[in-house]
């Protein structure tokens, strides 16, 4: 085999299969490990890290595992709360009735349960799709909406649903900085964007692609939607277990099952869709669009009427973040179903050309 790529010779198959096949491409994701890993830390503040850097990380991780199902494999869910709130509570239960429980063997073991409780949902996929789908993901919210406030042993007995983590240490190491928490979670995130990213590009993630894009057409050719839509439920509701895991290990500390409302369901939709379906990158920009457009306009609506003369409300900003979430998703969904997805893949074909010209 030879050929060239963006000016790129391949001569074997292994070059070819790289995660990233792309000289450029290498040396963009290095220098985002480098600023992640080494200039953030030195430069950000603590209110940096707890309002934006660790929310936008662990959405992001949470946005991975729902667009390996809605993206890749084309399974709509609006579940994806109950998922992250069955990883935030089994893990909870893990580590404090288990004397001497690592916290990561925790966090990985509520993402188990979550993979566990995400196949038994995943199962009206065999029959149904679409908006049935939909609603048939739904009923995994009110139901662990429903666990979580009456069995009181899901709590450790706590009446309200409240439960709390304190002293969270990592093979000895403390995580009560905010620093500390923020590279935890960067190093977890990493790890499973590659695990991911290498997963969609084999033959589970066609499959999965194959199942998106016409699964009669894929069971004809020989693929097995039973195993094909189950294991992208399991992939999909074990990242967003983990993600649930710590949201409330790291980022609350202490929470409630409200914490994992439909509401958290459809952020996560969201983010899959503005992002880009079916693009592991798309996850990233959709987590960062969701975390920082909020705090943007609650600081330029303000600023642009007082240019004007007059004041602007709270609750009018936030009724404006509504009102351009929801012209964003149907701008998305009608009009550019790839999402800010393509704006980057765009701006890669571009800068690729530069010290490789065709």
Known sequence: MFYRENGQFKTTYRADQQIFPILQDRMAIVALLLV???????LASDYLFRAILIPFLI?????????????????ISLGSGAFMAVGAYAAYNFFVRIEGMPLLVALLLGGVSSMLFGMVFGLPSLRVKGLYLAVATLAAQF????????????????????????????FGLSLESPMA???????????IALLAKNLVRGAV????????DMDV???????????????????????VGVAGALWGFIYLG???????????????LFMVIIGGMGSIMGSFFGAAFIVVL??????????????????????AVSHAELMVFGGLIVWFLIVEPHGLAKLWSIGKQKLRLWPFPH
């Open 36 to 42: 992640g890993f080494a200039l953030v830390p030195m």
């Open 59 to 75: 959405f992001s991780l949470a946005a991975v595992g729902v667009n390996i199902l809605v993206g890749f494999c084309g399974q």
């Open 143 to 170: 139901f662990a909406d429903w666990m979580f406030l009456r069995i009181q042993w899901f709590t450790n007995n706590s009446p309200s649903g409240s439960v709390s983590v304190s002293n969270l240490q990592v």
């Open 181 to 191: 928490k923020y590279l935890f979670c960067l190093t977890l995130l990493v790890l």
């Open 205 to 212: 993630g066609r499959e999965w692609m194959a199942i998106r």
């Open 217 to 239: 057409a894929a069971a004809v050719i020989g693929i097995r939607p039973m195993y094909a839509k189950l294991s992208a439920f399991a992939v999909s509701s074990f990242i």
């Open 254 to 268: 202490a929470w409630e099952p409200a914490a994992f409302s439909v509401d958290q369901s459809f952020r996560l």
């Open 294 to 315: 909020p705090i943007f306009l609650s600081q330029f609506l303000p600023a642009l009427a007082g240019l004007f003369g007059f004041e602007i409300s709270t609750a």
